[in-house]
């Protein structure tokens, strides 16, 4: 059975719109995984960084998959190692970021991947984008109204797709 999936997508480094498509069109290339829902782009300001940055595009996409969660993060790594992400040091500059948020109803707390993602509800950069393809601002059982109404919204700039 499929299950559902959030995903939280951005770019900060050289045609970051061009980087966000070719990340989504190569998820959807990853076996019994497809994109079914885009949310707007979003443009925000680098958050939480130590040196200037370019500004970040974001978006968060839903998707359908047959694969578990810590094979999804793996497809997901394999995107970003693919195109080319550097981890120089946390909050650094990248040509892309792509962040598990929500897999169905899951909560799961491992070294390497814990469900809900633990910081989307306090980012705009995710939230917002988030509110563009759920429905009643919740996905499966993970309501996400209250962090919504208090997050920040004039830090984000909408940007057509």
């Known amino acids: ?10 770019s900060n480094l050289k045609e970051r719109e061009k980087n966000i498509n070719f990340a989504l069109k190569s998820i959807n290339l990853v076996p019994e995984t497809k ?13 939480e960084v130590l040196n200037p940055q370019p500004n970040y595009l974001n978006c968060c996409a839903k998707i359908s998959t047959n694969l578990s969660p810590q094979i999804l993060l793996g497809a997901l790594l394999g995107v970003e190692s693919a195109m080319g992400r550097e981890r120089k040091f946390r ?13 169905e109803n899951e909560k799961i707390n491992e070294k390497n991947l814990i469900l809900p993602h633990p910081r989307a509800m306090e980012r705009t950069f995710v939230l917002v984008p988030l509110a563009d393809i759920c429905e009643n601002l919740q ?11 208090n997050c920040d919204k004039s830090i984000l700039i909408k940007k057509n797709k």
């Not at 059975?1 to 951005?10: D, K, R, V, W």
């Not at 909050?91 to 897999?103: A, P, V």
């Not at 309501?143 to 109404?149: D, E, I, L, R």
């Open 91 to 103: 909050f650094c500059e990248r040509i892309i970021d792509i962040d598990l948020i929500f897999y």
């Open 139 to 149: 996905f499966k059982n993970n309501h996400f109204q209250n962090a919504y109404k």
């Open 35 to 47: 994109v079914i829902k885009i949310s707007e782009l979003y443009e925000t300001k680098p958050c």
């Open 1 to 10: 059975m499929l299950a559902e999936a959030i995903i939280s997508l951005g």
